[in-house]
């Protein structure tokens, strides 16, 4: 800790994380376990599909597998600390390592935004100009969409994470949360934060409504194209190639907009990390679930990566 002006900074922190109890926590180091190798091996299963099977090799596919990529580093950027949490006796984090994490977690959570944007226009492009859509979404475009996804996120996060570090930090050094997040933080200023809460509140609303606004117009474009399909197969089919970004953008932004769009006052610890698991861990994992379960080419790939293997034996 830091004293200055008999006033004493925070200069570390301690995580509760879940809970306190030695046995629960036991439970809860092998619950995340098993999530965290799930993660790990259905996000790189879906990516080594992809990969194999030239029927994948669609600007459909690159999305998935550019998502499957970032979930990985999302998943990663929380996982593991909250592994050593559950088996450390101190659970202390500096004020670097809080730093490092929040802003990590906001590249991967703003990229996460872009990129699921990215996919649904994409799907706006397959559906609305199918006779065009090799020549509309070519692969130099899906890479520039991608790594303009990266960079947006790079961006805020600076902002995000620089907005929230200028402060100062007093008083009781312990977050309530399982993870170094803005609103636990904000608890924890010495400072007025009007200010902060304001440009937090620009900076989230800003971007999250720009790319839920791109979102919504491809899907009211979506719409629009399937009432114009005459048989219903057809409009199934179309409708079937949508339902998977939907139900992924459904639980990511559902969470994140509960999460942020609410002023601190209103935040409590238990409604923040049940809310804040969602994006952090949930999200990363059913992802290669809802691309892959309901989807025949994504089965039809799997068998045949399958076969090939059993044949070399």
Sequence with gaps: MEIELNQTFLTDFVLVGFTTDPVLR????????????????????????????????????????????????YSS???????????????????????????????????????????????????????????????????????????????????????????????????NHFFCDAPPLVKMVCDDTRVYELILASVVGCYVLATSALILGSYIGIVAAIVRIRSAAGRRKAFSTCSAHLISVSLFYGSLILMYSRPSSLH???????????????????????????????????????GRFFALK
Excluded at 139 to 162: M, R, W
Excluded at 284 to 306: E, G
């Design 26 to 73: 036991l439970v809860f180091f092998v619950l995340f376990l098993v999530s965290y190798t799930l993660t790990l091996s259905g996000n790189l299963g879906l990516m080594a599909l992809i990969y194999l099977d030239s029927r994948l090799h669609t600007p459909m596919y690159f999305f998935v597998g550019s998502l499957s990529f970032l979930d990985i580093w």
């Design 268 to 306: 409590t610890p238990n409604w923040d990390k049940a809310n804040a698991l969602f994006y952090t861990v949930v999200n990363p994992l059913v992802n290669p679930m809802i691309y892959s379960l309901r989807n025949k080419d994504v089965k039809a790939a799997f068998k045949k990566v399958l």
């Design 77 to 175: 950027v929380y996982t593991p600390r909250i592994l050593y949490d559950c088996v450390s006796k101190t659970n202390v984090m500096s004020l670097a390592g809080c730093a490092t994490q929040l802003f990590f977690s906001c590249v991967m959570a703003y990229s996460e935004c872009f990129l699921l944007a990215a996919m649904a226009y994409d799907r706006y492009v397959a559906i609305c100009n199918p006779l065009l859509y090799a020549t509309a979404m070519p692969k130099k475009l899906c890479i520039q969409l991608v790594v303009a996804s990266y960079v947006a996120g790079f961006v805020n996060a600076i902002i995000h994470t620089g907005n929230t570090f200028h402060l100062r930090f007093c008083g009781d050094n312990t977050i």
